[in-house]
């Protein structure tokens, strides 16, 4: 947790990890914060981008 406050983006972007960083990272800019600028564009991505084949996203988070 503790290396979550750094802002350099990951290799590796889950959907926890993402709404995990919009919350440590709230009052980052997010101009200057790439791992934030990264976990937003993950959920926007995942929710736009919603497989039809996964009934599960229908229940969003
Ligand atoms: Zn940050």
Redesign the pocket.
């Known amino acids: 947790m503790d290396h979550l406050l750094d ?1 350099n983006p990951r290799a590796e972007m889950t959907r926890e990890l993402a709404h995990q960083v919009m919350q ?2 709230i009052g ?1 800019p997010i101009t200057l ?1 790439a ?2 600028l990264q976990a937003k564009t993950f959920l926007v991505h995942t929710k736009r981008l919603v497989p039809q084949s996964t009934p599960r996203t229908r229940f969003g988070f």
Request: charge should be positive; proline fraction near 0%.
């Open positions: 802002h440590q990272h980052c914060c791992i934030k």
